[in-house]
């Protein structure tokens, strides 16, 4: 049903690595019931004549489905549990079809998912249009899938990490991938570098893999996601350094990096995100507990978004810059476990509103490194915090 070719092999092994966890030997169904054998029940026999009311037949090749001809075994591409009368099985493929007079056309109706006993389906070969409907993970029994050589557009692919059971899945040439705007397998055991297929995803606002097995370093083409908006790839393996076209991802909002090997400096990272216009767009910056070298530099004062600030347990170092003072959206600097020095004055804090007074500012408790702390007329107006009285300054 594939065409053979480089890019639907790429896609395919990419959807192939992704569910490879997952993917295990149906069981079969050992439900009982009082139906008539090959008769089908009325239920399922409404969800097909629901789906058929959504597509166009110009050939009559669904001719057998109707409300009269009751067993619904019998008609045209459907089979059924010779035992329970449920249907296991629904075949429309025309690829018999060369000169395509057959083919069905318009959406699939979400009544689909009704068919709960479905190992079998293949609507490949038609003119499928529209949104798969995410109902469809319900299948959970669905072995083969085949919806490929349609026209549907695909905004995401949610309900593909539902379908346990899956063995054989072909959606080539109906995923234009460059389509796909967001993609979380966060938590899915995925091992191995970042798949490559990912970077023809050029419309991807959110790409979540975090919390998995990805080794190897960050590919620099991940950069080509010029639409991303939030990059997750924390709690893996990643290694190397944070790559420089990063620097591009002008619309990036939240980046987490951390719990990884990441090394190098963030500079160039910064510096390339200052250099977005009108101005930057990044809110969170996570690379806690990283192998991060260096100092921050100066120019983070100008990422004027910047709400959430993680670089505890780095190997980073030198003096925290004044420019901090100027992120008046900063909440919580975590910059805990490194080995800074220098002084913190009040020029540090002189516009972060969101993160003094009128209460004890908490942080404070992370900047137990520190040898000296300036607290001058930052509009506090609270007691003195126990941990504020304990506080060991070198
Ligand atoms: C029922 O189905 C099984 C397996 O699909 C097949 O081997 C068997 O011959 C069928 N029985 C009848 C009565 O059709
Ligand atoms: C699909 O599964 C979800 C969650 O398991 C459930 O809430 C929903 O009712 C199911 N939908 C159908 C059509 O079975
Ligand atoms: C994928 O979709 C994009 C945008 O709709 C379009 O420009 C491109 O030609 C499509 N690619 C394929 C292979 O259909
Ligand atoms: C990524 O972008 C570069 C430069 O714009 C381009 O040469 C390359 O072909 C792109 N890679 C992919 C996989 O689209
Ligand atoms: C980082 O690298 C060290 C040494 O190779 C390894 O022991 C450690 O597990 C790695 N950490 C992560 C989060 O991958």
């Known amino acids: 049903m594939a065409i053979p070719s480089i890019q639907s092999a790429i896609l395919l092994s990419f959807l192939v690595l992704f569910l490879g966890p997952y993917l295990q030997t149906a069981k079969l169904c050992s439900c009982s019931d009082d139906h008539k054998v090959g008769n089908c029940h009325s239920i399922e026999r409404l969800a097909l004549l629901d789906f058929k009311k959504g597509v166009e037949d110009p050939s009559n ?22 035992v329970t009368g449920y249907v296991k099985e629904l075949d429309l493929n025309t690829i018999k079809d060369l000169e395509q007079t057959t083919r069905l056309r318009g959406g699939i109706s979400p009544a689909l998912a009704q068919l709960k006993h479905l190992k079998y389906l293949d609507l490949s070969e038609n003119y499928f249009e529209g949104r798969i409907p995410q109902q469809l993970g319900n299948l959970s029994h669905l072995h083969h899938l085949d919806l490929s050589n349609n026209r549907f557009s ?11 059971s899956l063995e054989y899945l072909d959606l080539v040439a109906i995923l234009n991938f460059t389509t796909l705007q967001s993609l ?41 996601l010029t639409s991303l908006q939030c990059l997750d790839l924390e709690h893996n393996h990643l290694e190397g350094p944070i790559p420089l ?40 910056f996570n690379l806690g507990h990283t192998k991060l070298t260096g100092y921050i530099p100066y120019s983070l004062g100008n990422l004027k978004s910047l709400r959430i600030l993680h670089l505890q347990e780095t190997s980073m170092n030198g003096a925290i810059p004044k420019s901090l003072g100027q992120l008046s959206e900063l909440e919580f600097p975590d910059l805990s476990l490194n080995a800074w020095d220098g002084e913190l004055t ?3 804090f002189a516009n972060l509103a969101n993160l003094i007074g009128p209460l004890f500012p908490s942080w404070l408790r992370n900047l137990n490194q520190l040898g000296i702390i300036v607290l001058e007329n930052i509009g506090i107006s609270d007691k003195i915090p126990n941990w504020l009285a304990s506080f060991h300054l070198n």
């Open 154 to 164: 695909i905004q995401e692919l949610q309900f593909l990490y539902h379908l346990t």
């Open 346 to 348: 009040e020029d540090h």
């Open 61 to 82: 090749m669904l001719s057998s489905w109707r409300l009269d001809n009751e067993d619904c075994c019998k008609w045209h591409g459907v089979g059924c549990n010779n």
């Open 245 to 284: 076209s990063f620097g591009a991802f002008c619309k990036l909002k939240e980046l987490y990096l951390s719990r990884n090997n990441i090394s190098g400096e963030i500079t160039e990272f910064v510096n390339g995100i200052y250099l977005c216009r009108p101005n930057s767009l990044l809110e969170i």
């Open 184 to 224: 979380d397998l966060s938590a899915t055991e995925i091992q191995g570098p970042i798949p490559k297929a990912i970077e023809q995803m050029t419309s991807l606002k959110t790409l979540r893999l975090g919390v998995n097995d990805l080794t190897g370093p960050i590919p620099d083409v991940l950069a080509n």
